[in-house]
């Protein structure tokens, strides 16, 4: 038996090199760089070669890839290359449909074999909620058109003979999975790309990247310098994998990831292992990969070693495999295989790898540096990710904006604040990376880089039972329990590195009860929050929001371009509208409040003119704020854009009581001429002054208030001593999303997101079309109203007991024409409901044609009658907003009481 080493690593690393030089061969005394490129990619892996590749395919073809070593260096060279076609995530799943096309056509646009092997895929379910997890993949895979087929345990074991299936539950087996070869697909990558007039300079480092600042406070690309040279460009790509804030750095920038050591080992030969599918058991954190007669073992240990500084020239490097960390995956692989115990191990393999916060990548133009795009952190998918994500971050760069809602790899999910922050990025990656191979329960939360960023209200909450959810470094209140505080502890690091284990924790206790695919037994929590909220009043902490202003000379004509509603209202005035992208796709939904000039507050700036503020969700609010900005900044306008979201805080007072409990602390007059809906004022309230915005976002009678840092908890205790008595409760996010949900409000990034647009979303509503005023999207979005929407959103409720959260499939008379979006239990109706888009084979959706069918839900597996509904199930008059609750019966309340005595709290 032997382990692959230094002494024997040398060779093949010049092999390697050997078969990189014989394609790009050019000697840097005799070649020279061009002056000038319409693109340089930096970077000659798998991201690098597919971008440059999907870049000639879209006809740039004036581009440069710098490569400091040789095609493939750093990690692609490595890889294990494993292609697995389900995921729980749509945008993924087509990503990865993407690579598999261009996997099966470059052979015939190149002559190079790509090295795909199609041998299948095969995941090992060894609970009961593993296999739960795996119907619901079988389920959007048929939607998405990817073959995969529930196997029992007898089945499997005929299937893949030398697999243990003694304690198998079952198995899904996913026949169009594979492998990459990635020496083959970088050579037919960058082939195609030279041929179409692209050029490759490999053994050729960038040294620096040249900026000019600009009047909004950021930096434009305008060259990059390397070692023979400056390249004069307007857009450089980023694609150096575990290296990349070597790059970033140049330009003052830095993105949260990490590198870490990643290994696995090729056994000798086993007998009939030959033509098996790839196998991933989840339960075990092993992959099992075909490697002709012998396999490549690997996996997610809880203990990966992290790379502190990578160093510069560790292209074809590999490091000694530590066995102690290694060895679970050993032990685990025969505990799937058991013949593996006699096969021994002829070559390990152990590299860098980049790991990022969410185990998700990091892609597209940076805000802070105009026209710096990133394609890095893959967290080891590179390969499998590399043909969707090069195709998106090709069309990120030729149209402005990717085709596919890529919002989840966007570099602006994460704000500026937590990339800079070593203990987040650092115990989020190691909780990513641990966790990979977890079962992926819809409310499940970290437990790593907790308290980072908390709100005014977070100490008081926390007393009152509020368990926490975690967005991107913010804390904001999920439910509340009706038993001891469950504060968020020091991360423990799942006990590696020596740390002990936090125990006795009631957080870790309260987020278990999620993990599950049926209704949580936290249900009541959530059923008491929303029918209190129904019937007498809940107070919602929304402080995490982002909270900006817009002013300027320019303000006016900015808000006029940059939001789809109009911004010509009176002072006072508050709307709902989206923000789009040239291309018509919604980049946000949010409020924008027109101002008066105030007094000096945060919640009252003084400035000249017009002013506007936007209140944005806080989760999405960095990537809201850079929308706004590089929207502002791409048209010229001169308007200044202050973020106060950490100077103010935001409760909002929801349901038929809020009227009442309000006026019990301000003076203001709260009846609907005095303050009407969709309005915004300074009042007083509890002695403090603070904006009031008289909205909803759960479909009752309510205002929100956004208040002064200093002035939250005063202004909280008021609210609760005043609103107790008449029914007021605590209520968190859990119940703004069954709430939103039953009233059929949005939430972005589920039923609406970038790759949607206002026709589809029925949001048409809330854009200016019948007037003159231009705004960005609306030539894209009067073509799409002229062709006819070719999906549509609609809303289904289900009678049948069963639990939807999203990835169900639709059916329409016994055929699939979409997926659900988002799913949740409307506790007032006492209904599950969905919201999802149709298609109709790509013709124009009807009115008629959406009536006349016959509509199901499947969930794992499972049909269930399903109701159309082309308006809201609730309150579709939208009275409650307006304060009449004449059908608000004596009857209802006695229902919550009901529900309250017979509530089993957690």
Not at 252 to 280: C, D, F, S, W
Not at 420 to 444: C, G, Q, T
Not at 768 to 775: C, H, V
Request: proline fraction near 5%; hydrophobic fraction near 35%.
């Amino acid at each position: 038996m032997t382990v692959l080493s230094k002494v024997v690593l040398p060779p093949i690393i010049k092999s390697l090199k050997s078969k990189c030089q014989l394609r790009h061969n050019s000697s840097k005394s005799s070649r020279k760089l061009p002056k000038s490129a319409d693109v340089v990619v930096i970077g000659g892996g798998s991201l690098g070669c597919q971008t440059m590749y999907h870049l000639a395919k879209m006809g740039v073809t004036n581009t440069v890839l710098l490569e400091k070593e040789n095609l493939t260096a750093g990690t692609t060279w490595h890889t294990a290359g494993l292609v697995w076609r389900l995921r729980p995530n749509d945008t993924e799943i087509q990503l990865l449909a993407h690579t598999q096309k261009v996997m099966s056509g470059l052979e015939a646009e190149t002559g190079v074999e790509p090295g795909w092997i199609n041998n299948g895929g095969l995941f090992i379910a060894n609970t009961k909620e593993r296999l739960e997890e795996y119907k619901r993949l079988q389920t959007i895979g048929k939607v998405l058109g990817v073959e995969s087929y529930v196997l029992s345990p007898k089945e499997t074991k005929e299937l893949y003979p030398l697999m243990n299936v003694d304690d198998v539950y079952g198995t899904l087996y996913s026949p169009t999975d594979g492998t990459i070869d990635p020496h083959g697909l970088c050579t037919a990558l960058s082939r195609y790309a030279t041929r179409a007039g692209a050029q490759i300079f490999e053994k050729c480092s960038v040294t620096d990247i040249l900026t000019t600042d600009t009047m909004y406070g950021n930096k434009e690309i305008r060259g990059v310098v390397t070692e023979e040279g400056t390249i004069e460009t307007k857009c450089v790509v980023n694609c150096t994998g575990a290296w990349a804030n070597y790059i970033n750095n140049m330009i003052g920038l830095n993105v949260p990831l990490v590198a870490m050591k990643h290994a696995y080992v090729v056994t000798e030969k086993i007998p009939g292992i030959e033509n098996m599918p790839n196998v991933r058991d989840h339960d075990l954190s092993i992959y099992l990969k075909l490697q002709g007669d012998a396999l490549q073992v690997g996996g997610y240990e809880v203990d990966p070693i992290f790379i502190e500084k990578i160093q510069k020239d560790f292209a074809f490097g590999l490091y000694e495999l530590d066995y102690d960390v290694f060895g679970v995956h050993l032990e685990n692989s025969i505990k799937r295989v058991p013949c593996l115990e006699q096969s021994g191990i002829k070559s390990t393999v152990c590299g860098p790898e980049s790991f990022t916060p969410d185990h998700k990548p990091i892609m597209g133009e940076d805000p802070r540096v105009r026209g710096f795009y990133h394609g890095v952190g893959f967290n080891s998918a590179g390969m499998m990710l590399g043909g969707g994500c090069g195709d998106q971050l090709a069309r990120w760069i030729v149209n402005g904006r990717p085709d596919l809602d890529m919002y989840g790899y966007d570099i602006r999910r994460y704000c500026p604040e937590v990339s800079l922050n070593k203990r987040w990025i650092d115990e989020r990656s190691h909780e990513a990376y641990a966790k990979n191979y977890a079962i992926v329960f819809p409310h499940d939360e970290p437990l790593a880089g907790r308290n980072m960023k908390k709100d005014p209200l977070h100490q008081v909450l926390e007393g009152a039972g509020c368990v926490y959810q975690e967005r991107f470094g913010w804390e904001r209140p999920g439910w509340f329990t009706m038993h001891a505080p469950c504060p968020v502890k020091e991360y423990d690091w799942y006990g590696a590195y020596g740390s002990p284990v936090n125990d006795e924790y009631g957080y870790k206790e309260r987020l278990q009860l999620d993990y599950t695919f049926q209704h949580p037994q936290l249900h009541d929590n959530i059923r008491f929050e929303c029918l209190a909220t129904r019937t007498a009043a809940g107070l919602f902490n929304m402080s995490y929001f982002g909270k900006f202003y817009m002013t300027g000379p320019d303000a006016r004509a900015a808000a006029d371009w940059i939001f789809t509603n109009k911004m010509d209202a009176v002072p006072g005035t508050t709307v709902y509208t989206c923000m789009l992208n040239k291309n018509a796709g919604i980049e946000a939904d949010l409020t924008v409040s027109m101002l008066e000039p105030g007094q000096g507050g945060p919640a009252d700036p003084t400035f000249s003119g017009v002013g506007y503020y936007i209140a944005a969700a806080g989760g999405v609010a960095y990537q809201n704020l850079a929308h706004i900005q590089t929207a502002a900044q791409d048209a010229g306008f001169n308007v200044t854009i202050a973020d106060r979201s950490r100077d103010m805080g935001m409760l909002s007072i929801q349901g038929p009581r809020a009227r009442e409990i309000l006026s019990r602390l301000t003076d203001a007059p709260l009846d609907n001429s005095s303050f009407p809906f969709s309005t915004n004022k300074m009042i007083t309230v509890a002695g403090h002054r603070v904006r009031a915005l008289r909205v909803s976002f759960v479909g009752e009678l309510g205002w929100e208030l956004h208040i002064p840092a200093e002035s939250c908890v005063p202004v909280y205790l008021a609210l609760m001593e005043a609103g107790q008595p008449l029914g007021l409760v605590n209520a968190g996010y859990r119940a703004i999303d069954s709430l939103s949900i039953e009233k059929g409000y949005p939430h972005w990034h589920q039923e609406v997101r970038m790759d949607d647009s206002p026709l589809e979303a029925g949001l048409l509503f809330t854009c200016k079309l019948k007037t003159d005023t231009n705004f960005l999207g609306r030539r894209a979005l009067e073509a799409r109203r002229i062709e006819g929407a070719r999906k549509k959103k609609v809303c289904f409720t289900v009678d049948d007991s069963v639990c939807l959260l999203g990835l169900e499939g639709i059916l329409r008379n016994g055929e699939y024409v979409g997926h659900v979006r988002r799913g949740d239990h409307a506790f007032y109706l006492d209904q599950e409901v969905a919201y999802g888009y149709v298609s109709n084979k790509g013709d124009k959706i009807t009115t008629p044609w959406l009536k006349e069918g016959t509509y199901e839900i499947e969930s794992k597996g499972v049909r269930y009658p399903a109701n159309l509904h082309l308006k809201t199930p609730f309150n579709s008059s939208n009275s409650r907003i307006q304060g009449n609750y004449e059908e608000l019966s004596a009857e209802s309340v006695e229902n919550i009481e009901r529900a309250r005595a017979g509530a089993s709290f957690r």
